[in-house]
């Protein structure tokens, strides 16, 4: 039987759909949620390099450079198009003020 994973969101009772909160909740933090990804990845990015800079230090640079060629990451261009579109999104002035109006027009039934 499968188990139904409740929203980290305190107060909340509705079910997990994305990254540990619900729908309203997740956009709620979406900012925080997105800032919290990208220290991740520069971090990680950093531990790659780094392990890199052990394996090959006479010529790390080279394999870096190999490995961007052979695409095995987004550019660094097209990864921030993403993210700037996003952002533009999520950072309108109204944005915060619709979903503090969601929230606060949220019904819970007297049966859940």
């Not at 309203?24 to 990680?44: D, G, P």
């Not at 950072?91 to 859940?112: A, C, Q, S």
Request: glycine share 2%.
């Amino acid at each position: 039987m499968a188990k139904i994973k409740i929203c980290k969101e305190e107060g909340c009772h509705n079910a997990q759909t994305t990254a540990g909160f619900c729908r309203l909740h997740y956009l709620k933090n979406w900012k925080n949620i997105k800032k919290e990804q990208q220290e991740r990845s520069a971090k990680k990015l950093n531990r790659y390099i780094e392990a890199i800079c052990r394996k090959h230090p006479d010529k790390y640079i080279e394999v870096i450079k190999d490995e961007i060629k052979s695409n095995k990451f987004k550019s660094h261009d097209e990864a921030n198009e993403e993210m700037d579109d996003l952002y533009r999104l999520f950072n309108e002035p109204t944005y915060e003020e619709d979903v503090e109006r969601l929230i606060k027009e949220l019904k819970i039934e007297k049966d859940f």
